[in-house]
Nanobody
Framework: QVQLVESGGGSVQAGGSLRLSCAAS?????????MYWFRQAPGKERERVAN????????YDADSVKGRFIISRDNAKNTLYLQMNSLKPEDTAMYYC???????????WGRGTQVTVSS
């Protein structure tokens, strides 16, 4: 069983930065070749923010984060990151880590970490 544990969330003022981490355990990194960040704001649907495969190829799905967020991973540490810069109040959401064997399948979810951005 793969376990994903997010950390690094918190409260920050607009314009600030946060770095989220997601520690994966339970299987080798080849099983979760693709790792994702999603977010869900209150009253809204869960939105995919970005994903990255084991080779480092990235896709940023949310136009609103392009140029501000950076997804990365350390395969040796089995850890996924999301560097969030120039944060805006509309970035306020629960951020979730997810993983799957390919970038079209999600098998595992973390429990999320809350990010709150105040104006």
């Amino acid at each position: 069983q793969v376990q994903l544990v997010e950390s690094g969330g918190g409260s920050v003022q607009a314009g600030g930065s946060l770095r989220l981490s997601c520690a994966a355990s339970g299987y080798t990194t080849t099983y979760y070749d693709c790792m994702y960040w999603f977010r869900q704001a209150p009253g809204k649907e869960r939105e995919r923010v970005a994903n990255i495969d084991s080779g480092g190829s990235t896709i940023y799905d949310a136009d609103s984060v392009k140029g501000r967020f950076i997804i990365s991973r350390d395969n040796a540490k089995n850890t996924l990151y999301l560097q969030m810069n120039s944060l805006k109040p509309e970035d306020t959401a629960m951020y979730y880590c997810a993983a799957g064997p390919t970038c079209s399948i999600i098998d595992y979810w973390g429990r999320g970490t809350q990010v709150t951005v105040s104006s």
